[in-house]
């Protein structure tokens, strides 16, 4: 087979336009068509030797995953929250053995390993100056101190480790016993001695008899610093806000402010409150519902108002205060159920605990409870979080678990 010799035309002018084209970078064409048939590409890429592009080495196959570590930035606020001190000792003025301090936390409750609270949740436990219809969980544990208020007190603090005694003056309502203020700071005078923790006094409700009865309290308790509770905004209506507010300051004593779950209303009462003490001396109630029946609805409210007191409303930097025996008021925490739902005696204190906790990480910082499991339960959970070298447990590999 013999090849076919190249036209001597073509030949020159390939010669022709090669020489025409030295130096030039770009090549511009006009009416220029081309036929082209079956069309193939060679792209040398380095091998045998060859100049071209040489592809990197495939990744190694990964055998584990990649270990990176996690460090929060530390969360900074504008504001603060207030401190409040509660009971003053014999140097200030009181009676009480220690006093408790609460508030000036900077950062949301529990937030950060490193910015734990600045001071301890305290818990307080209930005592009622008369025999009042309680569950038959919480009643068996103070069936024998039930009809005296100091014991029961002792009991609370030396039995189940109390940082605060709450005494109610329930038998003060005109609708029980009508018992004169007189008689309730009595009853008052009495748990001051049988004990030397902090104390909270509450009133029956009534907004004219309750200012009656802390009026007097604050006077007889005179440098105790008691937190009394509570004041609301039916007082100012009652025209009463003012007297309970100069018998506290006058006093030295600290109040605690309580509105039904509306942020607007805990502001307007505290506004009000300024005007005769200063706010080092208030203490919010938010509300306490149950659970079942609302909790998740305190927990918004008090998480908006820490929340809000920490980008700088001032209206709202003050310590909160829960009533979480308030759980017993859900009639699952102490009703005769079925089996599937375990027995009452333990359910109940379940519910309270459940309530405290939950409000304990929306950042309250005082507790009213009752049951004392319930108790034991939230000190040992306070003390657990608050230690800032706390062992993370190991978390089994369920992928690789077989059944």
């Not at 081309?34 to 792209?43: S, T, V, W």
């Not at 200030?92 to 529990?110: E, L, Y």
């Amino acid at each position: 087979m013999t090849q076919k010799p190249k036209n001597s035309a073509d030949t020159l002018l390939g010669q022709r336009l090669l020489s025409l084209l030295s130096g030039v970078e770009q090549v511009e064409f006009e009416n220029f068509k081309m036929e082209i048939g079956d069309l193939e590409l060679f792209i040398p890429i380095g091998i045998g030797g060859a100049p071209g592009i040489s592809l990197p080495e495939p990744p190694a196959r990964p055998n584990s995953l990649i270990r990176e570590e996690f460090n929060p930035p530390p969360e900074r606020y504008p504001g603060t929250i207030r401190e409040v001190t509660l009971g003053a000792t014999k140097k200030d003025g009181g009676s009480r053995g220690s006093t408790v301090t609460i508030g000036g936390s900077t950062t949301p409750a529990f937030s950060h390993p490193a910015t734990p609270p600045v001071n301890r949740t305290a818990i307080a436990m209930d005592v009622f100056d008369m025999d009042i219809s309680l569950p038959k969980a919480l009643k068996a544990a103070v069936l024998d101190v039930v009809n005296d208020p100091a014991e029961w007190a002792r009991m609370n603090v030396e039995q189940f480790g109390a940082d605060l005694v709450t005494v109610h003056l329930m038998s003060t309502d005109p609708l029980i016993k009508d018992r004169s203020p007189e008689d309730a700071a009595n009853t008052v005078e009495e748990v001051l001695q049988a004990v030397d923790v902090p104390l909270i006094i509450g009133g029956c409700g009534d907004p004219k008899k309750d200012a009656a009865v802390f009026t007097e309290v604050a006077e007889r308790a005179c440098g105790e610093r008691l937190l009394l509770n509570s004041v609301t905004l039916d007082m100012a209506e009652a025209k009463t806000l003012e007297g309970v507010a100069t018998a506290a300051r006058d006093n030295g004593h600290v109040l605690l402010a309580f509105t039904g779950l509306e942020l607007n209303s805990a502001k307007e009462l505290n506004r009000r409150l300024y005007e005769y003490l200063p706010p080092e001396e208030i203490v919010m109630d938010l509300t306490t519902v149950a659970l079942g029946y609302g909790l998740e609805y305190s927990f918004t409210i008090h998480e908006r108002a820490r929340y809000a007191a920490l980008m700088g409303d001032a209206e709202l930097q003050h310590p909160t205060i829960s009533a979480s025996t308030n759980a017993w008021a859900a009639r699952e925490a102490w009703l005769n159920m079925e089996p599937i739902y375990g027995p009452r005696e333990i359910r109940g204190p379940v519910w309270e605990t459940v309530n405290a906790l939950t409000l304990l990480l929306a950042g309250v910082d005082i507790f009213m409870m009752m049951h004392p499991a319930a108790v034991r339960t939230m000190q040992d959970l306070r003390s657990w979080l608050m230690q800032q070298d706390t062992i993370v447990p190991q978390i089994p590999d369920w992928v690789r678990t077989r059944c």
